[in-house]
């Protein structure tokens, strides 16, 4: 079954770098891109990223363009969500998910959620 | 494409139903879903492309509107279902979502 495991995440100061991993098992890797959302505290979803299939295109909400990048490592399988230049506004719950062909390329599958909070 | 969902929140009690709207500052076409999401839960697709249930998508939702104007529709509210509804857009770059309707115990 398709699995979406999350590692990263905590507190880190403004200013400052982290990444976030989403490791995947139970489908074709190469085959799906994989997007990031996230939930900040009392607001509503918002999508941030994705990466496509291939791995060449790259899409990102206008709100973390040039500060987050998506890449993945295909041999363990994980995509990545390096994060730069945070703000207090980033802290939320970041999600990976998958979309599905069988629901119209919509998110179907997607990972625990990880807290960050960006707080000094 | 900016999604606006109405209401903010709305107070239902359980075995009423209730109608959320969604509208898009351009159109969408059909490219529409709706989520719920619980506290300490992952989202979770309820209806795609406007009007298809989702796997394990309870009758009882139902999804329409094409274009701009989308609307979800529970029919009779079971306990579970007291959560906050997102519709979200994959027409056009960036994908975004709307703001929310909460649904909440009256």
């Known amino acids: 079954q398709v699995q979406l495991v999350q590692s990263g995440g905590g507190v880190v100061q403004p200013g400052r770098s982290m990444r976030l991993s989403c490791a995947t098992s139970?489908?074709?890797?190469?085959?799906?891109?994989i997007h990031w959302v996230r939930h900040a505290p009392g607001k509503g979803l918002e999508w941030v990223g994705f990466?496509?299939?291939?791995?060449?295109?790259?899409y990102y909400a206008d709100s973390v363009k040039g500060r987050f990048t998506i890449s993945r490592d295909i041999s363990k399988k994980t995509v990545s969500l390096q994060m730069g230049g945070l703000r207090a506004e980033d802290t939320a719950i970041y999600y990976c998910?998958?979309?599905?062909?069988?629901?119209?390329?919509?998110?179907?599958?997607w990972g625990p959620g990880t807290l960050v909070t960006v707080s000094s | 494409t900016v999604l606006t969902q109405s209401p903010a929140t709305l107070s239902l009690s359980p075995g009423e139903g209730g109608t959320l709207s969604c509208r898009a500052s351009q159109s969408v076409g059909s490219s529409l879903a709706w989520f719920q999401l619980k506290p300490g839960q992952a989202p979770r697709l309820l209806i795609y492309d406007a009007s298809n249930r989702a796997p394990g998508t309870p009758a009882r939702f139902r999804g329409s509107g094409s274009g701009t104007d989308f609307t979800l529709t529970i029919s009779s509210l079971e306990p579970e279902d007291f959560a906050v509804y997102f519709c979200q857009q994959r027409s056009n770059w960036p994908f975004t979502f709307g703001g929310g309707t909460k649904v909440d115990i009256k």
């Open positions: 998910a998958r979309d599905s062909q069988d629901t119209g390329y919509f998110l179907l599958y």
């Open positions: 139970g489908f074709s890797f190469s085959d799906y891109p």
């Open positions: 990466l496509s299939s291939d791995g060449k295109t790259e």
